[in-house]
């Protein structure tokens, strides 16, 4: 299986005045955060919220920015994630993969609209002791 690409758009939901960004997003379903470079984040006006510490894969840690909120927009979803500024191009990580509920064909190559759930992302919750809705 070769490298996955989708075109992503993200954007700064805190401030309208700057314009979103689209992007060719690396998939990367062995990460879990949506990573962005360092000029992204300032195009952006990205806040630091926090650093968090990554390992990487030759085992090295380093505490990297940690910038949020974002809106990823693909096709007709969108979700609002916090980033990991690091690297060089961007890469989309499972959270916002499943928050927007998209599927990666690896056959194909691409990133598909959940096809079970075409029109509204969906998504499985498992509440303990509780009834949804219930008064």
Excluded: W
């Amino acid at each position: 299986m070769g490298s996955i690409h989708t075109s992503i758009q993200i954007s700064n939901p805190c401030d309208n005045a700057i314009r979103p960004v689209e992007v060719r997003a690396l998939v990367e379903t062995g990460i879990m955060y949506l990573c962005i470079p360092e000029h992204v984040a300032r195009q952006l006006r990205l806040e630091q919220n926090s650093e968090r510490e990554v390992v990487a894969a030759d085992g090295h840690k380093r505490l990297v920015p940690y910038v949020g909120p974002v809106e990823v927009r693909f096709n007709n979803r969108r979700c609002y994630v916090g980033a990991l500024v690091l690297g060089d191009e961007v890469l989309l990580g499972v959270i916002p993969l499943e928050d927007m509920d998209l599927v990666v064909s690896p056959s194909r190559q691409t990133v598909l609209v959940n096809p079970e759930s075409p029109n509204v992302p969906s998504s499985v919750i498992k509440l303990m002791g509780c009834t949804v809705g219930a008064d």
